[in-house]
């Protein structure tokens, strides 16, 4: 089941294509990684899912109906950039927020006295945004991006700006908003946190998908067949004729590039054959920080 | 609807919980008062030492009598000239006026001399002018033989009473005069109410897109719902102060004058600045009944409900375009000026009419620029009260509901693209662009 389909999305501003033939699928109960570098057109997929824009064409289903007035209920997005009325009280502000997503007021003061006590935060109550720092407002958006449990969450880089601390506070909250079934599409362009969190990508450049499936799929996809192997003793010099080459030497320790055709079982027989006790051999992975690069890289050319 | 009901309480709820409003709210009507009464107080008094003058007359045109006024106190003296200005260091007077024979009885003009180190103020030196001319004019109507009775009768007040032709209503003399006050009232009520009240709007709207919180507001509601609630709920706000006011304005006048003991022609003379002479006062006495009874007079089952409804169309016009200004504005403030231009002008444009329209309310300009919209919300407010033609209203009204309709869709065109538009405000190129851009 998915939560969320783009079929053949496009968005022309004036002069610029933003979104160019988009189609991809969000799984309910899934975190989703939307990727790209700045400018790639994150924003304005965003603002289409979110209905702030309308496509030029193609086609948005969220829960397989397309997109119409009653969806922003069930959507909660928190932009990259932040903001609240710095004036306003946090209690008064929040319960605002969550009445324009329709919840009432009753269920409003409900959820959020929740929320504040989870995050211990009921003495803020009456405090002007204005006087919060960063952090605590931060927490504040975040409230105010679930309080009407939505069922697809969109989140436009949410530990931006924010402490280890409070980025793992935020972090538990989403895998548990996750655990409850909620969907989530995170966009960001920060690849450690999308390979920590991220089940499924989509890596976007230029408006065009550039990649798009399971993060294991992908990282296999673009495996180098590259290895490490911690040792004790004298590897031989010239390794060719046992199906490897060493690629980056270091005391005991060597990085080999396995030869087509070759599995990495044949190469840890013949090791244990010569006279070199072996301590670890690990497969290495390209990161996907490394694939995104290469990607934006070779589009961009 | 519902979420725009819930932008409209938020902007109506924190304004009007928001301390400078309920202190401009209450202590406007009292600033006021205390404005009219401190400038009342200001005006009633002039230079606070008495000045002593010295007037030598040889010719007793004066008959040794000058009523002394306004701080100045006259001695008359038969010592000369020469001998006063000798004493002029420390014989206790501060001047010497030399009243000169007068060699034609008859003459249209007449000197008299002043010798002094000190300057004489504006007003000592107007004192002495009207005085010594008062006797001057004893003196010539003695010459005469003319008594005051008869030159009296000289003037004569003429007064123009109107009588209808065809139309069945009832005018006197002051209702021009009414009407004109009523239509001035209006006039500057409905323009410092949409300027200031919509100015407010935009103030709003460039608040929220440079807070950021726009962007997370339109994932909940639609733009246009958001303008639409912030222009009402502004415009409550306004309604709100208005109505405090027009309740607090005649209590405290009430309380300030049961208390203070000012009777009314004591605030009369504080309105009309320094001129209550007596007659002034009798006429203006002997007239608040006639006022009072034209007031009564006038249809006011129109003008009320037609008042209130050019208030309100000419509020959401011009809130609107306001608020299309507001979301076209980047982060500075002061860019807004050059984009509030357009909008300023035909307001100031329409005030001025209006004020033209109180004098001539029938004038080809005052009729026309009634039945213009964004004219008509200022001008024919104005005009209502001088009962202008049916048709007229009809015009104005339809074309004014139609052209504010109009507008505020195009508002909210301008609106909902300028919002999310970050960096350099917009030029009026790019405004008519996003007119037409797409959902």
Redesign the interface.
Known sequence: MNVLSLRNVVKAY?SHIAVNDVSFDVKAGTIFGLLGPNGAGKTSLI?II?????A?SGEVLLNGEPLN?LH??E?G???E????????KVGEQLL??A???GLTEKEAKIKLKTWMVKFDIMNWWDKKVGDLSKGMSQKIQFI?TVIHDPKLLILDEPFSGLDPINANLIKDEIYQLKEKGTSILFSTHRMEQVEEICEDIVLINQGKILLYGNVDTIKNDFKEHLFSIKYEGDLPSVTDHLGFSVLEKRPNEVTIKVTEGVSSNQILKTLIDTNISILGFNEILPSLNEIFIKKVEQSNE | MN?IW??TM?EYL?RVKNKTFILTTLLTPLGLLVFFVAVGFVMSTGSDTVKVINVTDASNLLEKKLDSRDNLSFVFTDESVATLKGKYKDGGFDGILEVIPLKDSLAKSFTVNYHSDDQLAMDENFAIQSAISDKIRDFKLKKLNLDEATLKSIDTDVTIQPFTILKDKKISSITTIVSSAIGAIVGYAMFFIILVYGSQVMRSVME?KI????????????PFELMMGKVLGVGLVGLTQIGIWMILMPLILFIATSLLGIDAANMDGINTGNLPTEELMMSSNGKIAQVLAEIQGMNWYLILPLTLFYFIAGYFAYAALFAAVGSAVGEDINEAQSLTLPIMMPLMFAFYIGISAMNAPDSTLAVWSSMIPLFSSIVMPVRLPFDPPWWQIVISVVSLVLFTIALVWLAGRIYRVGI?MYGKKASFKELA?WVFY??
């Open positions: 004036h603002r979110t209905t702030i824009t309308g030029d007035h922003p209920n959507i997005y928190m932009p950039e932040r903001g609240l009325y710095k004036k306003m605002y927020l009445q324009l997503k105010a | 979420k819930l932008v938020r924190t929220e807070n950021r919180i726009v962007e997370v507001l339109i994932s909940s509601l639609k999310l662009k797409k959902e």
